[in-house]
């Protein structure tokens, strides 16, 4: 009997994306952050942005290769902002605030439609629910979820900035289990990636890995194994109402 839900943030619960334009946005408002707190650069935005994307691909080449996640404080300054001529333990104290802004700037989100009458409905059924999500930023996914005013549905969010875990590590999932204080067999998990949400929870055992489809789906997945498939795959939230009801045998 599934008995838990477990979510992904980034395009799962909420739609997210990113394009030219994002990413002008955010070079902008990190240049003019830095200028700020004094921290000078003396690059323009074109040569800016092309020394900050070298640490951001270094980052993420250690990061997922591994499926390990630092904190904010560690990622800027030896990755992000490597490349500038910058007081380290500068960067460090206001890396947190440059995370968060990268993740609302460089991502264009907004909650999908229908996610807030679904989880009401899952929550009237008797479902528990929660969060497991990778993210760069400690605080970010918490003050979305307060600004989409769903943040009370969840029991537990569970974080790859505070475990230090990515998925599909199963430490990450792990850890959400032991927080929830669930079965992973009496859990589903909702996610837009076979890469990240389905290997992960299939790798755990959990009773259901559901696929929700996304802007990052195809990219986050290119090159995996085909043998790592949903159980189940929804156009939207709500549609996972009537599958977990009909896994159930209440349908």
């Given at each position: 009997?599934?008995?838990?839900?477990?979510?992904?943030?980034g395009g799962t619960l909420e739609d997210i994306w990113y394009n030219d334009?994002?990413?002008?946005?955010?070079?902008?408002?990190?240049?003019?952050?830095?200028?700020?707190?004094?921290?000078?650069?003396?690059?323009?935005?074109?040569?800016?942005?092309?020394?900050?994307?070298?640490?951001?691909?270094?980052?993420?080449?250690?990061?997922?290769?591994?499926?390990?996640?630092?904190?904010?404080?560690?990622?800027?300054?030896?990755?992000?902002?490597?490349?500038?001529?910058?007081?380290?333990?500068?960067?460090?104290?206001?890396?947190?605030?440059?995370?968060?802004?990268?993740?609302?700037?460089?991502?264009?989100?907004?909650?999908?439609?229908?996610?807030?009458?679904?989880?009401?409905?899952?929550?009237?059924?008797?479902?528990?629910?929660?969060?497991?999500?990778?993210?760069?930023?400690?605080?970010?996914?918490?003050?979305?979820?307060?600004?989409?005013?769903?943040?009370?549905?969840?029991?537990?969010?569970?974080?790859?900035?505070?475990?230090?875990?990515?998925?599909?590590?199963?430490?990450?999932?792990?850890?959400?289990?032991?927080?929830?204080?669930?079965?992973?067999?009496?859990?589903?998990?909702?996610?837009?990636?076979?890469?990240?949400?389905?290997?992960?929870?299939?790798?755990?055992?959990?009773?259901?890995?559901?696929?929700?489809?996304?802007?990052?789906?195809?990219?986050?997945?290119?090159?995996?194994?085909?043998?790592?498939?949903?159980?189940?795959?929804?156009?939207?939230?709500?549609?996972?109402?009537?599958?977990?009801?009909?896994?159930?045998?209440?349908?």
């Amino acid at each position: 009997m599934i008995n838990t839900v477990l979510f992904d943030m980034g395009g799962t619960l909420e739609d997210i994306w990113y394009n030219d334009q994002t990413i002008q946005d955010v070079t902008r408002k990190l240049l003019t952050f830095l200028q700020e707190h004094d921290m000078v650069t003396g690059s323009n935005e074109i040569c800016f942005w092309n020394k900050i994307n070298n640490g951001i691909r270094r980052y993420k080449q250690w990061s997922e290769g591994n499926a390990l996640e630092l904190k904010p404080e560690e990622i800027w300054p030896q990755y992000y902002l490597s490349e500038f001529d910058l007081d380290k333990e500068k960067v460090a104290r206001y890396a947190e605030d440059m995370a968060g802004l990268w993740e609302v700037t460089y991502y264009h989100r907004e909650l999908r439609p229908g996610v807030k009458e679904a989880l009401e409905e899952l929550k009237n059924k008797g479902y528990r629910l929660g969060v497991i999500s990778n993210t760069a930023s400690l605080y970010s996914v918490f003050d979305v979820l307060e600004a989409y005013g769903i943040r009370d549905y969840f029991e537990d969010v569970t974080l790859s900035s505070v475990t230090g875990y990515r998925k599909p590590h199963p430490g990450i999932f792990q850890i959400a289990l032991r927080e929830m204080k669930a079965k992973a067999e009496e859990c589903a998990y909702v996610g837009d990636t076979l890469s990240r949400d389905v290997i992960g929870a299939k790798r755990m055992h959990f009773g259901a890995a559901i696929q929700i489809r996304s802007f990052l789906s195809s990219q986050k997945d290119e090159g995996v194994d085909s043998v790592w498939q949903p159980d189940h795959v929804v156009e939207k939230i709500a549609d996972i109402v009537p599958y977990l009801e009909k896994l159930n045998g209440r349908a």
